[in-house]
């Protein structure tokens, strides 16, 4: 079958449903969180995959108006892992919905 038969049917196909499976990613995306802690726990910070943070939680302990700077890196700390984090959950996601994707090598047809 050539380009213009069966397998351009099955390429708009595929597209159709990896641009479905994208619209449905993204309409969740706020959804899914993931949270990453520091300090031992300390401090939590949550993001969603559409990399906007959530949440940041604090143990009293960690919170010491002699140390503010600590308490800063801690936040810091807690808050990019768990952007990293989703960010790679989403990049995940995304190879999982192309690699859905099979195209013809079309040299071959020729």
């Not at 597209?15 to 990613?25: F, T």
């Not at 990453?36 to 959530?54: C, I």
């Not at 990019?80 to 995940?92: F, I, T, Y």
Request: proline share 2%.
């Amino acid at each position: 079958m050539d380009i213009n038969g069966q397998n351009a049917d099955n390429i708009i196909r595929k597209v159709q449903q990896l641009q479905s499976g994208m619209l449905k990613l993204l309409g969740e995306s706020g959804d899914r969180t993931v949270s990453a802690t520091s300090g031992g726990g300390m401090v939590k910070a949550t993001a969603n995959w559409k990399l906007q943070l959530v949440s940041v939680e604090l143990e009293r302990e960690v919170v010491n108006p002699d140390d503010v700077e600590m308490l800063s890196d801690l936040i810091v700390a807690a808050v990019n892992e768990a952007l990293s984090q989703a960010q790679a959950e989403v990049n995940q996601e995304m190879i999982r919905l192309s690699s859905k994707l099979r195209f013809p090598d079309f040299a071959e047809q020729g």
